[in-house]
Antibody, heavy 119, light 107 residues
Framework: EVKLVESGGGLVQPGGSLRLSCAASGFTLSSNSMNWVRQAPGKGLEWLAY????????FYADSVKGRFTISRDDAKNSLYLQMNSLRVEDTAIYYC????????????WGQGSLVTVSS | DIQMTQFPSTLSASVGDRVTITCRASQGISRWLAWYQQKPGKAPKLLIS???TLESGVPSRFSGNGSETEFTLSITALQPDDFATYYCQQYNNYMWTFGQGTKVDIK
């Protein structure tokens, strides 16, 4: 069974940093691209970042470019999102989502990790 | 960047109704479009990919149509379990984009 489990969320002050992890199981992580998507309270879905199956290609939404970094460690079956210079508007549930090697979504998402940015 | 405009934002319907949600892309995306259903507190669930391909286990009352810039999701004979929020998503390139969502609630 494919499983994605996010961790690392919590309360952080504006300007602070946080690293989210996404533990993958039930499939070969190295064969898939991966994404981070977030959802602010009561709002819609916002795609944030993409990393290719070999980690050589990354893309970011303008809203997080220069502040967030997506990375992967296939040996640890893990995906990461390093979030720096956090803002109040970054408060959201953060999901990792699996994609095929060519990019389309597979439909597998984690349960989400809540990040709250507040003083 | 490709923008997705989804409407209506809210749709009130009754059990048994047929409902249609529309999604427009700011540029042609062929048929690289997915539809998701999301319920409160849960991750989105993929219903349809490639504009009209039903995912395994999704009831046949759901159907998708369209290409390039105009897409629709239809639900025939709405069931109690279908009251939820629906999102379209383009994946024409590596940078996904979602529509704003349509909440289907009980009339």
């Amino acid at each position: 069974e494919v499983k994605l489990v996010e961790s690392g969320g919590g309360l952080v002050q504006p300007g602070g940093s946080l690293r989210l992890s996404c533990a993958a199981s039930g499939f070969t992580l190295s064969s898939n691209s991966m994404n981070w998507v977030r959802q602010a309270p009561g709002k819609g879905l916002e795609w944030l970042a993409y990393i290719s199956n070999r980690g050589s290609l990354t893309f970011y939404a303008d809203s997080v470019k220069g502040r967030f970094t997506i990375s992967r460690d296939d040996a640890k079956n893990s995906l990461y999102l390093q979030m720096n210079s956090l803002r109040v508007e970054d408060t959201a549930i953060y999901y990792c989502a699996r994609g095929y090697a060519s990019g389309p979504p597979t439909g597998h998402w984690g349960q989400g990790s809540l990040v709250t940015v507040s003083s | 960047d490709i923008q997705m405009t989804q409407f209506p934002s809210t749709l009130s319907a009754s059990v048994g109704d047929r409902v249609t949600i529309t999604c427009r892309a700011s540029q042609g995306i062929s048929r690289w479009l997915a539809w998701y259903q999301q319920k409160p507190g849960k991750a989105p669930k993929l219903l349809i990919s490639k504009a009209s391909t039903l995912e395994s286990g999704v009831p046949s009352r759901f159907s998708g149509n369209g290409s390039e810039t105009e897409f629709t999701l239809s639900i025939t004979a709405l069931q109690p379990d279908d009251f939820a929020t629906y999102y379209c998503q383009q994946y024409n390139n590596y940078m996904w984009t979602f529509g704003q969502g349509t909440k289907v609630d009980i009339k």
